[in-house]
């Protein structure tokens, strides 16, 4: 099956600092990925839409200065969390796929702002 | 807005039971649906799916039925395993020319021996 992963697994950092997220496809070329946010006990939140070589889109209530994301390549996009602040601490998870097919989940990143 | 919903919660089995999950959607567009499990740490996991061009479709253990009348998914987990607790999603595809999904609110199933 398709296989996406994601580094760093987890990652605590302190408040104001940026973290920058990897997402990667492994042995499939993803034309689109997404990012997620997913707080305790409850389902995941669509945060962008990444197309590789283009803008991202972001879901509204979204600040795109805030996560920056990046997809330079059919098989990486990245996700940066500038300045970043306690309430931004989260579980991140991001997702690949092949126009038509299935989402397919990275393991997810727990971050930690203090 | 559009959105997908689940039944219950939570679901509680004993080991060797079968399992049925429910989710409820409103959109009539949607043309693809997903089943995906999630365990506590981890990213989802791809299960099942079905297109909207079909009522049923089987895996190993599992099976999912797509009632188009009346906007409602199952899954179905035969002789579910402690392995199978977790929570699931249902997601479907806001239509034919997006990869953009839409997931439910999840239904933790606990197995009991």
């Known amino acids: 099956g398709a296989v996406v992963s994601q580094h760093p697994s987890w990652v605590i950092c302190k408040s104001g600092t940026s973290v920058k997220i990897e997402c990667r496809s492994l042995d499939f070329q993803a034309t689109t990925m997404f990012w997620y946010r997913q707080f305790p006990k409850q389902s995941l939140m669509l945060m962008a839409t990444s197309n590789e070589g283009s803008k991202a889109t972001y879901e509204q209530g979204v600040e795109k200065d805030k996560f920056l994301i990046n997809h330079a390549s059919l098989t990486l996009s990245t996700l940066t969390v500038t300045s970043a602040h306690p309430e931004d601490s989260s579980f991140y998870i991001c997702s690949g796929t092949m126009r038509g097919d299935t989402q397919y989940f990275g393991p997810g990143t727990r971050l930690t702002v203090l | 807005g559009e959105s997908v919903g689940l039944h219950l919660p939570t679901l509680s089995v004993q080991e060797g039971d079968n399992s049925i999950i429910n989710c409820a959607y409103s959109n009539s567009a949607s043309d693809y649906f997903i089943w995906y499990k999630q365990e506590s740490g981890k990213g989802p996991q791809f299960i099942i799916d079905?297109?909207?061009?079909?009522d049923k479709r089987q895996g190993q253990r599992v099976t999912v039925l797509l009632n188009k009348t009346v906007k409602h998914l199952s899954l179905q987990i035969a002789a579910t395993q402690p392995g199978d607790s977790a929570v699931y999603f249902c997601a479907e595809r806001e239509s034919y020319n997006t990869d953009k999904l839409i997931f439910g609110t999840g239904t933790r199933l606990q197995v009991f021996p």
């Open positions: 079905i297109r909207s061009n079909m």
